[in-house]
């Protein structure tokens, strides 16, 4: 037992030094950030310049409407958009694109926008300009056109434009999610988000610690260190000291990850806000409050499913001999875990199909299958107890299998193990 | 009481014996010479010794209790013959590293490893990481940990091999001192020159059978003083044909010679010197060499 956490203790410590997890661990959370804030900022900088538009405006109706609709302004209080007014009619209206279409070019204008005369029926306006990929940009300007045609048409039916405002409101729907404790709590797309996000950290636990698990042991295995260390230490005991110790390590990333975000969201800095006055889609990543029982959830399957696959990723270790020979077995072993990831986006879906059943007693997919469930919908408790059960047993299998497979391979060099051959080592050891 | 006993040791791997009803007693404070040509068997045994690998059967004891039992085996230092490092881990923290996988506590461990740093001269390199050593000094601290913690049975495997001339004498110096000690050291080596000059008993080993063991001096005496060594400068000739000679093993200017039962060893001499400058001339007991060879034919 000592000697078990001496190993644990050297796997953590000298991973938790090295310049690698240092650089990871700060840079993960910034590239989360940049992620989110990043995109929007330059959307925001380049909207910030002031465009001239010209409007060719075939109706002769909508542009003074347009201009007052039309009327973001940026940071430094100026309009983001100014407009000039052009008629045209059918046979005029080559002559004028071809002007402006020069002048863009010299860079004197930076778009035209057509309004054709049969707008105010049906049909659509044209924006051109050199870029038309800003997203933002075209939704500004087809909000502003519609609320300017539909002034338009209000008024010419008559009718109270106050009151047809009052009759088209929007009726609003408030999801709540019922809960297995009988609470009921709001729901505004945020369960299927955290989900995802739960989901990707399980996910990432079992890929890269593993993986971190399995390299340990090859590392051990191809400087030749490995027998001065299993003759002081059971090999099944060094196997638990490196998931262990791996093990703490992921635990401290995630955990000081989740300090950062705590506090961002406590502290209410939603960075991207900053940015994004004017913009529709206020996405600030304010954590979203996780319910104490997904909490306990997470960390369960969390912490299980590291177990099963880290134990997994260290009997691949001792099979062979270099990080390259790895990569070829360890195929298989990535797709047990992407695909219950791919999974997860049917099961969020559609929780209590018969499909999404099965996929989540499977103990490989459990830790992201069952796990989605639960937060999405969650099932029977005799489904949750049944697959607790299975995966317990899937680990303890695996952790026997690959222990006896680790005694023998972790002493054999040479030629990669053929299946036969590693069936014999199961049985010699 | 014995430091190691084997008793009928067996293992198979698959169709191979690679070792077969194996038994040897090392008492305190013996160098124990553990030689046979590669393949023989001896790392197989030395691992399971050290209960890296299990024997089918037989039994194993380490001062008296079984191997299988819990800290035996923290009273044992191995230098395995595939041997590295933590190449990425400070000098001082892999050595305290091994220190506690042998039980030590870091109270206990401290003055030891301080002790066995200053006397191999490495104080200077502790806090370096071991990638940045060379390699004789990489092979210090191998055989650092094996000793640091002072252990009763002390098992080399293949000690000399790639070592530096250096580090083969420092090798040599600890086993002598850990001999004055008390402690049991048993090293296997192909090699039997080294093996002669240090062991005070030896089992030889072929194809995973014992063929021979006792200690050096008694095996000897029991082959007779009927060998020569001699050391010329010339034509060998005159070891061709020559009534006197049963057998002989040739290096070019050194040769040891097994006479026939009854022959005079002046003889020889007589017809060396004919042919070839004559710079020793020792009636002596035959080399383990001779033995081993001897031995093997015979079986």
């Not at chain 1, 636990?205 to 090859?218: C, H």
């Not at chain 2, 091999?161 to 049991?184: W, Y």
């Not at chain 2, 040739?250 to 020889?268: F, T």
Request: hydrophobic letters at 45%; charged letters at 20%.
């Amino acid at each position: 037992m000592d000697k078990m956490l001496t190993v644990a203790r050297r796997e953590f410590l000298s991973r938790l030094k090295t310049k690698g997890f240092i650089v990871a661990t700060i840079l993960a959370p910034v590239f989360l950030i940049g992620m989110t804030v990043l995109p929007q900022f330059f959307l925001f900088l380049k909207s910030d310049q002031p465009k001239q538009l010209a409007v060719i405006d075939q109706t002769g109706v909508i542009f003074d409407s347009l201009a007052v609709s039309l009327d973001d302004r940026n940071a430094a209080g100026q309009r983001v958009y100014n407009l000039t007014r052009h008629e045209a009619s059918a046979e005029t209206l080559p002559v004028l694109e071809k002007t402006l279409t020069a002048q863009i070019n010299n860079g004197e204008l930076d778009g035209y926008i057509i309004i054709p005369a049969g707008i105010l029926a049906a049909g659509r306006a044209e924006y051109r300009a050199k870029s038309v990929t800003n997203f933002f940009e075209n939704e500004r300007i087809e909000n502003a056109l519609s609320r300017a045609v539909r002034a338009w048409r209000i008024q010419q039916s008559g009718l109270n434009a106050e009151q047809v405002r009052q009759l088209v409101r929007r009726a609003g729907l408030r999801p709540i999610r019922i809960s297995a404790s009988g609470r009921e709590e709001e729901d505004q797309g945020r369960t299927e988000g955290l989900v995802r996000i739960m989901v990707m950290f399980i996910y990432a636990a079992m890929l890269v610690y593993g993986q971190i698990v399995m390299r340990s042991v090859i590392e051990e295995k191809s400087s030749r260190v490995i027998e001065s260390v299993i003759a002081s230490i059971k090999p099944f005991q060094l196997m638990a000291g490196k998931i262990l110790g791996v093990g703490a390590l992921g635990l401290t990333q995630y955990s000081l990850w989740a300090i950062v975000m705590g506090l961002l969201s406590l502290y209410g800095v939603r960075v991207t806000s900053l940015f994004n006055r004017g913009v529709t889609s206020a996405s600030g990543f304010s954590m979203p409050s996780v319910a104490p029982e997904i909490l306990g959830f997470f960390i369960l399957f969390f912490v299980l499913g590291y177990f099963l696959f880290s134990a997994i990723f260290a009997g691949l270790g001792a099979m062979v001999n270099s990080d390259q020979e790895a990569q070829q077995l360890v195929f298989p072993v990535i797709m047990l875990v992407v695909i219950p990831f791919l999974c997860t986006f049917y099961i969020i879906e559609n929780p209590n199909t018969q499909l999404a059943v099965i996929l989540s007693l499977i103990p490989f997919f459990a830790p992201m299958t069952m796990f989605a469930r639960i937060v999405v919908q969650t099932p029977p408790a005799w489904e949750i107890a049944l697959c607790f059960a299975l995966m317990a047993a899937t680990i303890v299998g695996i952790i026997w299998l690959v222990g006896r497979i680790f005694r023998v391979g972790v002493l054999m060099y040479g030629k990669r193990p053929t299946l036969p051959e590693v069936i014999k080592w199961i049985k010699y050891a | 009481m014995q430091t190691l006993q084997l008793d009928s040791i067996n293992k198979s791997f698959g169709n191979l014996e690679a070792v077969k009803e194996l038994s040897l007693a090392v008492a305190p404070g013996t160098i124990y010479g553990f030689l046979g040509p590669n393949g023989a068997g001896k790392t197989t045994t030395i691992r399971m010794i050290m209960e890296i690998i299990l024997p089918d059967r037989g039994r194993i004891l380490i001062n008296g209790a079984p191997n299988t039992s819990p800290a035996v085996l923290d009273r044992v230092g191995y230098l395995p013959e595939e041997r590295g490092v933590y190449r990425k881990m400070k000098v001082r923290e892999a050595l305290e590293f091994f220190a506690e996988l042998k039980g030590l506590k870091k109270s206990a461990h401290k003055k030891k490893i301080d002790a066995w740093v200053e006397r191999f001269g490495m104080a200077g390199v502790q806090m370096k990481k071991m990638e940045e050593l060379s390699k004789g000094n990489q092979q210090k601290i191998q055989i650092l940990t094996t000793v640091v913690h002072e252990p009763d049975l002390i098992i080399l495997d293949e000690p000399f091999m790639g070592l530096d001339p250096v580090n083969a004498e420092l090798v040599k110096e600890v086993i002598l001192e850990q001999k004055q000690r008390g402690t049991a050291i048993v090293f296997s080596t192909h090699l039997m020159e080294s093996a002669e000059k240090l062991c005070d008993a030896i089992c030889l080993i072929n194809k995973g059978r014992k063929v021979l063991d006792g200690e050096v001096k008694t095996i000897k005496r029991g082959f007779g003083r009927n060998h020569v060594i001699l050391a010329y400068d010339g034509k060998s000739d005159f070891l061709k044909n020559n009534g006197v000679i049963e057998s002989y093993n040739d290096s070019g200017n050194y040769v040891e010679i097994k006479l026939r039962p009854g022959a005079n060893p002046q003889a020889l001499l007589a017809a060396a010197m004919q042919h070839a400058e004559i710079f020793r001339f020792e009636i002596a007991e035959p080399s383990l060499h001779e033995i081993f060879l001897a031995t093997v034919k015979e079986a």
